[in-house]
Each structure stands twice: as C-alpha cells, then as structure tokens.
C-alpha cells in the first residue's frame, strides 16, 4: 500500500483555507474514487489527472485510489486540485519523491497534455500559504498575479513535468514574478472640466477627504454624472495593504484580473437594473459582488430611485459594517464592502421639480412616490445631501474660466486625510462612538445650533453622528484643532432635505 499527503488551498470567499489532498494506493480492481464534498468539476479532475500523467510519460496506478480531499465538510470546486491530486498519485507509487513534498503547496488545473492552465483565486491562497510559512508552486500564468505578494515564496512550472523535475533537483523552478510593468494610473477626469456648481464641488472635496457618502440631487443635464467621475481622481493612491485586499476580492470574482492594475482604486457604476445578487454577490460558489468589487473605491449609483427597493436595501448593512455576508443553504462566505457610494437621482419623476422654467408637471403625490422608492433608512446613512440647479447659460460659454484642477484638489484631500489617520488612525467616515466623543467635541454655541437644528431636521442620532462626522472632515480641510460654528452650520446644510412633495 502506499499513502503520501500534498498540500493545497481551498476557495471560501475571500479566505483560502488550508486542504490536504490524500492519496491512498491499495489492492482490488483498478479505479480512482475521490471524497471529501467534490463538486462536479473537481469529480472529473481524474480523467484529467490520468491523461496528463499519461502524457508526461509516467505510469498511472493500475490499482484501486483512493482520494480524500481533507476537511471533509469543506466544499471543493474547480480544477485548483487537478496538480496536487496528480504528485499525490506519483508519490504514492513511489514515481517522486514524497519527502520532495513537505513544506510546499500546490495550485494549478492539468489539461489532458499536462500543461498547468492558470485558476482564480491565486493571491488569497499565496497570502494564506506565506503565513503558514510554506512555498507555492502555481501555474505560470498565475505567476504575474502570484508575484503581487512580495514576501511570498511563490514559484511557477508551466506543465506536470517541469513541476516534477522542480522538486526532483533535476532544474529548479523559477520564482513568480510580475513579468509587465504595473500599468501606468489611467488619466482621471479632471474637475477642471467641471463647469460653475461651486457648492458641489465643495461637497465632493469634503466626501473625498473624510470618505463619506454622497447623494446629488438635481435636473437632468446639471453635473451630477460628471462630477461623480472625478471622485476617483481626487483620492490618494491605495497603500499596498488597501490594494492586496482589493486585489485578492478581484481575483475571486470570476470576471477577470489584471496584476498590472492592482494599485488603482476600484470605480464600479452598475446599471440600474441590476438585481439584488449582482450588487451584493451571491451564486453556488458565492462570488463576490458590486459592492465587494467597489471595496476601497467609489460605487456609482445613477438613477437611484429607478433602482429596485429591495436590491437598494442590500447596502444597508454594509454601509455600516464594511462587510457584506452572502448566505446560501449550502455554505455561506464573507467578502470585505468599505466602498465609497456616490448616488444620483432626479427630484422629481420628469426632473424638473424646484426648476425656475416650472416646467414640472408632476403631482405632489407622483413626487412623493417617486422618493418613496429609497427607504428613510438608507437616506440616513448617506452622509452629504446635495441639491443641484440647473446652470446658467453663462457658465457653459468656451471662454468661460476652467475650475480648479483635480491636482490641487486631491492635494488638499491628501493633507486632510494625514490629519484624521495621524489623530484616529481612520478616516472620519469611519469613526466610532469613542472617537466621535473624542474628536468632534463642540462649544457650547455649536453644541445649541446642534440641538436646535436636530429639533428642526428631526434628525435621529445616526444622522448627528454623521453631522458631527462631516463637520470635523470640513475642520480637518482647513487645518482647524477644533469644530467651530461655521464647520458645523456648513455640515447641517448638508442634511437638509433634498425635496418635500409640497415641490
């Protein structure tokens, strides 16, 4: 009988957990069995796995194997085994050495002529093994993206054989490395382009520099788009542990990755008709969604109230917590969702509500139907309400001055941010009870304007809290210690209600 173990790394939404492949080789009539909850795709990994041994002119065991991928009540999906079930296969016949094995694992699915083709997921298994304190070996073209880990012991074989030779001594495997260049920053839009709504651009600086959510509200043709797509080029670069996370969350998600683009911050604008699985990901395996893949970047929501209620309730949880849990019957996986949303909306069904042209013709009960498609609670959790006005015809002449460049902008932001991270270590979107408490403390006139304008607004204690926190981004931005009165007033103009059906 013969018995080897190889190491390798499973798929459970952005975590790669620990699998060890057993291979057992005993008497009885030829066949392969495979155990350990298998999904149809690694099931069929044994055809592949006796072609490619095959082809790269070793024996296949003409005896009865047994294959236990371990822990059993893990699902495995995908061809990722095909390369560890195959050495198991040769070291269990004593064809390599078994002892070759030890302090390694492996990734890679085997075509029939032993070729590895590259898999998903590679980044988060290269994290997970490096903090095991092992190598990986994985199919040369998941080298580039492998190579993102920089402490990482990752190297690369392009077939079965190459990969028996690299642990025989016969050559040595070469590392994992980047191959192309990382892919220079693609130029943003530039505010500069933006023409008048000095308000709004304001607002968008101040959502910028504290991470905080926008809402524009306006009529069509205003900015609301255009502005929303120079976010991104106003925030400072991602640190490499920002984009690690964003990267491993990408290579997941089954829809393509590209190493060369891991430092930039993710920009997802779904369409409104996407359905609630597509925003907050899902399916069997779960698969990380929109708001996953917006994670430590900007998601886009245009026409908000066109948007199905139910699917728009999705992100109220993660809006708070920065996670978003996708449970299935089956199994259930965590992905990571601190993204930045940006949302857009008309004031009224025609869009033309509170327009000087009065050309609204909409009822107050269509407006107040309109609205009522985004629920009160996920209003409250957007920190910046803007309410836009259609511009004059003055500010969109040629010879009209541009605006202040997004350069100048996101060097402000970058400064504002210093402070926050130096002082709590987050931004202030981000700041906790505790930290509220001990950053946004108010005199005693700003404590009264406070009170007055919560009576006012009636805004609930979530919606103070976000005041607060929009108030010490705005203080942050001119380099102020304190919260002073304008700051606050400033930040409450910002929670005043976008529309009433009275417009």
């Known amino acids: ?86 050495l198991g296969i040769l070291a269990a016949s004593g064809q390599i050495d078994r002892d070759a094995l030890a302090g390694c694992e492996f990734l890679g699915e085997l075509g029939l002529t032993g070729e590895l083709r590259a898999v998903d997921g590679v980044l988060p298994a290269v994290l997970a093994a490096t903090r095991d304190g092992r190598r990986l070996v994985v199919p040369a073209g998941s080298g580039a993206e492998a190579a993102l880990a920089r402490d990482a012991e990752a190297y690369v074989a ?25 892919a220079a920053p693609a130029s943003a839009p530039d505010m500069a382009d933006v023409r008048g709504q000095a308000q709004a651009r304001r607002a968008l600086e101040i959502a910028a520099a504290g991470g905080h959510h926008l809402l524009m509200s306006g009529p069509p043709g205003c900015g609301k788009t255009l502005l929303a797509s120079r976010l991104p080029g106003l925030l400072p670069e991602a640190t490499e542990a920002e984009a690690l996370e964003t990267a491993a969350v990408a ?16 920009w997802r604008a779904p369409h409104h008709g996407a359905s ?51 449970a299935r019957a089956g199994r259930s996986a965590e992905f990571p969702a601190r993204f930045q949303l940006v949302a857009a909306m008309n004031p009224c069904p025609c869009g033309w509500a509170g327009d000087p042209s009065s050309r609204c013709r909409c009822s107050p009960d269509r407006i107040r139907q309109y609205w009522g498609r985004i629920s009160g609670p996920l209003l409250d959790r957007i920190d910046l309400h803007l309410a836009m006005a259609r ?26 941010q210093a402070r926050q991270l130096e002082r709590a270590g987050r931004l202030n979107a981000r700041l906790d009870n505790a930290g509220i408490t001990r950053d946004c403390r108010l005199g005693d006139d700003g404590q009264r304007l406070l009170e007055q304008a919560c009576e006012r607004l009636q805004l609930t204690a979530r919606s103070l809290h976000r005041v ?28 005043a209600p976008l529309s009433t059906p009275a417009t």
């Not at 997941?252 to 590209?258: A, K, N, V």
């Not at 511009?391 to 504002?416: N, Y």
């Not at 380099?479 to 700051?487: L, Q, V």
Request: proline letters at 9%; hydrophobic letters at 40%; a positive charge.
């Open 1 to 86: 009988m013969g018995l080897a173990l190889v190491h390798s790394r499973a798929r459970a939404g952005i975590a790669a957990p620990p699998v060890q492949v057993e291979v057992h080789l005993s008497g009885g009539l030829p066949s392969t069995q495979i155990v350990g909850l298998p999904a149809a795709a690694v099931r069929e990994s044994r055809d592949r796995v006796r072609a490619a041994i095959l082809c790269a002119q070793f024996e296949y065991p003409q005896r009865r194997i047994t294959i236990n991928l371990a822990p059993a009540d893990l699902p495995k999906d995908g061809g990722r085994f095909d390369l560890p079930i195959a």
């Open 158 to 182: 392009r077939t079965l054989l190459e990969t028996c030779a690299g642990l025989g001594g016969t050559t040595a495997l070469p590392r994992a490395e980047g191959g192309k260049e990382p």
């Open 251 to 266: 290579s997941i998600s089954g829809r393509g990755f590209d190493p060369r683009l891991w430092r930039q911050r993710p």
């Open 276 to 326: 609630a699985v597509a925003l907050a990901g899902g399916g069997s395996p779960p698969r990380p969604g929109e708001i996953s893949l917006a994670h430590n970047g900007v998601l886009f929501l245009d026409e908000l109230p066109e948007w199905h209620r139910a699917v728009l309730e999705v992100l109220r949880e993660p809006l708070e917590s920065g996670r978003i849990t996708v």
């Open 391 to 416: 511009l004059p015809p003055q500010a969109l002449r040629g010879d009209a001055p541009p605006g202040e460049s997004s350069a100048a902008i996101r060097g402000r932001v970058i400064a504002a």
């Open 468 to 495: 607060l926190r929009v108030a010490r981004t705005i203080a942050d931005l001119e380099a102020a210690s304190a919260i002073a009165t304008t700051h606050l007033a400033e930040a409450l103009g910002y929670r």
